[in-house]
């Protein structure tokens, strides 16, 4: 089946500007997960959510950063008065549920804020 | 100090040798341990999980020393297509049920 999506694949916009990025996860899982990669680190936590509500938003980091799952399924992350320490790849991850580690990850959106 | 350290590399080795990789986790509390494989400009992939007991997936062995905090991978006979970055990752459940990543080694393996 299809696995995890995530649009779009290559974002470039400038500081200042409003972004939202898209993760549609494989389907009938529930919990769903959104991490960033800054180059040369491993995906930092950010975001999880089971069903459509936040379980564990505490690797935000700040209040420019907020993420909807308003049906259970697709989710958008959603960065204000991006900066250029937001670039990043942003990794979203699904799992079956909140009871399994395995969780499956989708290519990612490469944000470049110039 | 960060909660999954590895040595980030790069590991240069040739084609036919054995390479070891290191992790240590500083939570007690994590309870499952994996290591994944990132190809350049890809999304991590799973490898493998492991166990205390230690597990073999055809060429690679991971281990896991709860005592210590200690993970490791080896490969052996190394192959052009092993060359990637591999990450140590652990599992906190519970209510935060998240994935914690070391940095991530790269293993480059020569012709």
């Known amino acids: 089946g299809a696995g995890v999506s995530q649009t779009p694949s290559n974002k470039v916009t400038e500081k200042g500007k409003y972004v939202e990025l898209r993760c549609d996860p494989i389907?009938?899982?529930?919990?769903l997960y959104w991490y960033r990669q800054s180059l040369g680190q491993g995906p930092e936590f950010l975001i999880y959510f089971q069903g459509t509500g936040a379980a564990d938003d505490s690797g935000l980091p700040n209040d420019r950063f907020f993420a909807v799952r308003p049906e259970g399924s697709v989710s958008t992350l959603k960065i204000q008065r991006t900066e250029r320490g937001d670039s990043a790849v942003y990794l979203c991850?699904?799992?079956?549920?909140?009871?399994?580690?395995?969780?499956?990850f989708g290519p990612g959106t490469r944000l470049t804020v110039l | 100090r960060k909660e999954v350290e590895q040595d980030p590399g790069p590991f240069n080795v040739p084609e036919g040798a054995t390479v070891a990789f290191n992790c240590t986790y500083s939570n007690s509390a994590s309870q499952s341990f994996f290591w994944y494989r990132q190809d350049c400009r890809k999304e991590p992939k799973l490898l493998m999980s492991v166990y205390s007991s230690g597990n073999e997936d055809g060429r690679f062995t991971a281990q896991l020393n709860r005592a210590s905090q200690y993970i490791s991978l080896l490969i052996r006979d190394s192959k052009l297509s092993d060359s990637a970055t591999y990450l140590c990752?652990?599992?906190?459940?519970?209510?935060?049920?998240?994935?914690?990543f070391g940095t991530g080694t790269l293993l480059a393996v020569q012709p």
């Open positions: 990752v652990v599992y906190r459940g519970g209510a935060t049920n998240k994935l914690i």
């Open positions: 389907s009938g899982h529930t919990a």
């Open positions: 991850a699904s799992s079956p549920s909140r009871l399994t580690d395995t969780q499956y």
